[in-house]
């Protein structure tokens, strides 16, 4: 596709629902990222994958969230048990290389959890 | 370890004149640096970037931002601003490791630029 597709755009849960975010990057690119970002704050990484391999899920914040990319496109994010400070916005961003940091990164439009 | 501060919550600007937004960061090794825009509601959108090269990089919309690694800074800057402008605005510095491929971005905590007609 032209961009980063996200679904759904907005997601209500209600706490304990467990929630899945679907990420589709830029066709070819390698590097899939997501960030979350809370209401008035910067984007906070979560997680990166090259390819299918998940290189670094150090910026998970518990083990209720879970990412992956099976088949080195297409990538869930899925949140177990949400709680209300899981409200914010999930970004998934792909950039088109494993090892150049010159590469730009793109970002989809967000999805917009909020748990009641 | 790596960050970025971008020490003004907000910058307004009338309509037609210059504007700055700022941009300090601190890394180990060479800056990779990055500008977003975000507007309501929406995903951030790419501005520009450094990698190497020349001090001044132009990117989209007529912005451009001034690398000086004397100072660390990245600030960014627009000859003259549109209302269209106003917006969120965030700069990112890329980390590097995984055995020296790129990692992800590490992003400031935003300013908000508003621009009055």
């Known amino acids: 596709g032209a961009g980063v597709s996200q679904s759904p755009r907005y997601k209500v849960a209600k706490r304990g629902q467990d929630v899945a975010l679907r990420c589709d990057p830029i066709s070819g690119h390698v590097s899939l990222f997501w960030y979350q970002q809370a209401l008035g704050q910067g984007p906070e990484f979560l997680t990166y994958f090259q390819n299918e391999a998940q290189l670094d899920k150090s910026g998970l914040p518990s083990d209720r969230f879970f990412a992956e990319r099976p088949e080195g496109s297409v990538s869930t994010l899925k949140i177990q048990r949400t709680q209300q400070e899981d409200s914010a916005v999930y970004l998934c961003?792909?950039?088109?290389?494993?090892?150049?940091?010159?590469?730009?990164?793109?970002f989809g439009e967000g999805s917009w959890l909020t748990v009641v | 370890a790596q960050s970025v501060a971008q020490p003004e919550d907000q910058v307004n600007v009338a309509e037609g004149n210059p504007l700055t937004v700022k941009c300090t960061y601190s890394v180990s090794g060479n800056p990779y640096l990055f500008w977003y825009v975000q507007y309501p509601n929406r995903g951030l959108q790419f501005l520009l970037k450094?990698?190497?090269?020349?001090?001044l990089v132009k990117g989209s919309y007529g912005f451009e931002a001034e690398f000086n690694k004397s100072q660390t800074s990245f600030h960014l800057k627009k000859p003259s601003a549109l209302v269209s402008d106003s917006a969120l605005y965030f700069c990112a510095v890329r980390v590097m490791n995984y055995g020296g491929s790129q990692g992800n971005l590490i992003f400031g905590k935003g300013t908000k630029l508003s621009v009055k007609p």
């Open positions: 961003a792909s950039s088109l290389s494993g090892r150049n940091s010159g590469n730009t990164i793109y």
């Open positions: 450094y990698i190497t090269g020349d001090n």
